[in-house]
């Protein structure tokens, strides 16, 4: 059985227990509503580090919307069963109270990423992702820590936090995983029906055309042109951006050149559930 821990001193003595036998930690850190893709990053985890520990939270501070927040979908039994089944040591399922005992007052800037894709379309979100990515690096101190790619920016913004204060952490970006359909596999997925899920699997499709694309030397003005016409074309989906970016810097970039390493990254709504996606190609 996964041992289950809902404080910040019981969480401590697992850690100081670990310390004690010079066994290093792997951290999963999670909103819940768990698939492959999470479990992935335990199994990765387990294979890395002598104890591993995953984090349920949902993370008030880096929600834009109220609607998104209360709505987020919530199965701690089933999350825990799943995590049980896959060997993970410990699970962290704090309060909301719990965590922010004390009202958060520090500020995170993280520069140009403040500006482009999520965090030109969602104000706020990196520094309520930097407070509690923050809160569990301190409290868990880990020899590692797992994302997924899907969220291509966040890593950028954890890696930025690694750097800037010099954290003695192994940080770990492990690739999607996604359905049959190719859509990424998201804890957000579960709010939507039969129906959507397949008319959301355009996003990666069309993702994919836009690599052949680039493969084949279509000009990126083109290529963006033409994703953007699919996405308009297509019924139940509205695109919120379609970028293709360095990457490495996620930054903009002018003419694609031979040997260049790109992010295709998009953003869409299906319904009301907003959805995320990238592909990482080198030309």
Do not use: W
């Amino acid at each position: 059985m996964c041992q289950v821990i809902r404080v910040k001193p019981d969480l401590k003595k697992v850690i100081n227990k670990a310390r004690i036998a010079n066994k290093s930690i792997g951290l999963v850190p999670t909103m819940g509503a768990l698939h492959q893709g999470h479990l992935s990053l335990v199994k990765m985890s387990k294979s890395q580090y002598d104890v591993t520990i995953t984090t349920i939270f949902v993370n008030p501070t880096q929600f834009n919307s109220k609607e998104d927040l209360v709505k987020y979908p919530k199965t701690e039994a089933a999350d825990i069963k799943k995590l049980t089944d896959m060997g993970c040591d410990y699970v962290f399922i704090p309060t909301s109270k719990e965590v922010y005992d004390i009202k958060p007052t520090l500020k995170i800037d993280f520069g140009y990423l403040e500006h482009i894709l999520e965090g030109k379309h969602r104000p706020g979100h990196f520094n309520g992702v930097g407070l509690i990515i923050m809160k569990l690096f301190g409290l868990v101190q880990p020899t590692g820590a797992y994302f997924g790619q899907k969220d291509l920016q966040q890593f950028s913004v954890i890696t930025t936090l690694i750097r800037d204060f010099e954290l003695p952490i192994n940080l770990h970006l492990a690739p999607i995983i996604r359905e049959n359909s190719g859509l990424a596999m998201s804890s957000r997925n579960q709010r939507l029906t039969t129906t959507e899920q397949e008319s959301a699997s355009i996003i990666y499709s069309t993702l994919k055309q836009a690599k052949n694309q680039l493969l084949k030397g279509v000009a990126k003005e083109l290529v963006l042109k033409n994703a953007i016409e699919t996405f308009n074309m297509a019924e139940g989906v509205k695109l919120e951006y379609f970028e293709i970016v360095d990457a490495e810097t996620l930054q903009d970039i002018g003419t694609v050149s031979a040997g260049d390493r790109l992010a295709l990254c998009a953003a869409a709504f299906v319904a009301e559930v907003r959805l995320i996606d990238n592909i990482i190609i080198e030309i």
